[in-house]
């Protein structure tokens, strides 16, 4: 039982972090564009950004799930 518990907080974590490393830079560009006027440059940077992120996060869970087997 405290392994499921253990496992459903990995993935439930891993999930917020896809989240907010993917949502967050574009939030931000998206803010900063409006405040600036500069749209869309800095949200599309912020796409970038969050992509970016987003494949650190899926190399290393990939990388970890290789060095479980």
Do not use: C, H, Q
């Not at 499921?4 to 803010?31: Q, R, T």
């Not at 869309?40 to 950004?49: K, Q, R």
């Amino acid at each position: 039982m405290v392994d499921d518990d253990k496992s459903y907080l990995e993935y439930l974590s891993l999930g917020f972090e896809i989240a907010v490393g993917l949502f967050a830079p574009i939030l931000i560009g998206l803010w900063l564009d409006l405040k600036w006027d500069l749209t869309p440059w800095l949200t599309l940077s912020g796409v970038a950004v969050g992509m970016l992120i987003f494949g650190g996060t899926l190399f290393r869970l990939i990388r970890n799930l290789n060095r479980k087997k």
